[in-house]
């Protein structure tokens, strides 16, 4: 073995453990930052459904507000219509049916 190593020029010999040690670096570089890669994706994911909920509870107060308003609006519709029918009825313009 150690006369094969021998008889291979030493430029050959550098390039040769340079490329596998830049590649056994990768290697181990991928098994210890497995676990780092899916914490990042978890950690993307929440990140995202909490701007989800978000945008989302901000959807639901816009429509909570349109709520108030448009029921503001029925009482009132409610209201002018009991005054019309009172103004109706005191005046004596209204039947009323047995």
């Known amino acids: ?3 094969l190593l021998g008889s291979i020029p030493s430029p050959w010999l550098a390039f040769a453990g340079t490329l596998f040690g830049g590649v ?3 290697v181990a570089e991928f098994f210890f930052n497995r676990g780092k890669a899916k914490t990042d994706i ?3 994911l929440r990140n995202e459904l909490r701007q ?3 945008d ?3 959807r639901v107060d816009e429509l909570e507000a349109d709520i108030k308003e448009w029921r503001a609006r029925a009482f009132k519709a ?3 219509v009991a005054r019309k029918d009172a103004l109706i009825a005191s005046h004596g313009c209204m039947t009323t049916k047995p």
Request: charged residues 50%; glycine residues 6%.
């Open 78 to 80: 409610e209201e002018e």
């Open 1 to 3: 073995m150690l006369e």
């Open 24 to 26: 056994g670096l990768k």
């Open 56 to 58: 989302l509870q901000e």
């Open 52 to 54: 989800d909920i978000k």
């Open 42 to 44: 978890q950690t993307e």
